[in-house]
């Protein structure tokens, strides 16, 4: 079956600090993978996607890379603001079948 | 934005009486969806629609019924509410295009009592 894991919250950071959030994923044919973030009240909000085997899905300094060998997409930005606040959650979606399957998310504060 | 209104945006209601929540949308997409989020739970699907009147269980259906009557409508509703079902309530769209992500919107917060 299809399924995402990713990396337990919550995780607190100073500004300017390096951030990775870990994703895995299980998937029956070729997935697309996603990253989207939840700011406080709010929906889920596309942060960036990729599509295929080493895309790198990039966006507002975020990059993930689409790692088949691994299973992998990863969340990376170089230097969180306070603003980068929120709850990212990790997601797939397969080219047949008609759903996403999302992680639980995890929790990012970044502090002064 | 993608236009997508859930409605109402938040309610409290009792234990044991029907509610009906709305997604309504602009956009044409064929797919949508209705997930619940609950801490340490991520998003879980409750059910999905593929088209009007084409409707899929997902997993967490139980308890829940939808209808989809037209393209633009995905209702979901509680028959009888129950305290587990206090929760956030997400709809989201997607026109499944191979690498198409879901939209979604902002979400109702259901608290029964």
């Known amino acids: 079956g299809n399924s995402v894991t990713q990396m337990e919250g919550p995780v607190t950071l100073s500004e300017e600090a390096f951030l990775t959030i870990n994703c895995t994923y299980t998937a029956t044919g070729y997935p697309s993978l996603f990253w989207y973030v939840q700011y406080p009240g709010e929906g889920l909000q596309l942060l960036l996607k990729?599509?295929?085997?080493?895309d790198k899905g990039s966006n507002k300094g975020f990059e993930a890379t689409y790692r088949k060998e691994t299973t992998s997409f990863h969340l990376e930005k170089g230097s969180v603001q306070v603003s980068d606040s929120a709850v990212y959650f990790c997601a797939l979606s397969e080219d047949t079948g008609n759903q996403f399957y999302f992680g639980t998310g995890t929790s990012l504060t970044v502090i002064p | 934005d993608a236009g997508i209104t859930q409605s109402p945006r938040h309610k409290v209601t009792e234990t044991g009486t029907p509610v009906t929540l709305r997604c309504h949308q602009t956009e044409n997409h064929r797919y949508m969806y209705w997930y619940r989020q609950d801490p340490g739970h991520g998003l879980r699907l409750i059910h999905y629609?593929?088209?009007?009147?084409?409707?899929d269980k997902g997993e967490v259906s139980d308890g829940y019924s939808v209808s989809r009557s037209k393209t633009e409508d995905f209702l979901l509703t509680l028959e009888s509410a129950t305290s587990s079902q206090t929760s956030v309530y997400f709809c989201a769209i997607t026109d499944r295009t191979t690498g198409t992500e879901a939209f979604f919107g902002q979400g109702t917060r259901l608290t029964v009592v």
């Open positions: 629609s593929y088209g009007v009147k084409d409707t």
């Open positions: 990729a599509t295929k085997a080493d």
